[in-house]
């Protein structure tokens, strides 16, 4: 599986943006997805969890009610959609798959149990 996330920029202060992460090599309907970031001198953080058929979402505390995790199974897409941005959100937002029969799981918000990891891609909001 491969993952290809895209969508990052530059943005101002309460803007939004639209991630998508697009995986290749397998069907991953039945794959946990997450998005995670990693701020330089920081340790990389859950910012948003899909449990398989997408009935259970995590959110971490700071971008609840911010932020939105989907996933599109026809188009072997997840998406982070992030509403009014904060300074504090600029990081390196990486998208990954936890394979059912893969990693130990230890839950959404360990990364040492996804499988798949995409590139990351750069979030900068300026204030």
């Known amino acids: 599986v491969q993952l290809q996330a895209s969508g990052g920029g530059l943005v101002q202060a309460g803007g939004s943006l639209r991630l998508s992460c697009t995986a290749s090599?397998?069907?991953?309907?039945?794959?946990?997805m997450g998005w995670f970031r990693q701020a330089p001198g920081k340790t990389r953080e859950l910012v948003a969890g899909m449990i398989w058929s997408g009935s259970s979402t995590y959110y971490a505390d700071s971008v609840k009610g911010r932020f939105t995790i989907s996933r599109d199974n026809a188009k072997n897409t997840v998406y982070l959609q992030m509403n009014s941005l904060k300074p504090v959100d600029t990081a390196i937002y990486y998208c990954?798959?936890?394979?059912?029969?893969?990693?130990?799981?230890?839950?959404?918000?360990?990364?040492?149990?996804?499988?798949?990891w995409g590139q990351g891609t750069q979030v900068t909001v300026s204030s």
């Open positions: 090599g397998r069907t991953f309907s039945n794959y946990a």
């Open positions: 990954a798959a936890h394979d059912p029969h893969g990693n130990t799981w230890y839950g959404p918000r360990v990364p040492t149990g996804y499988d798949y």
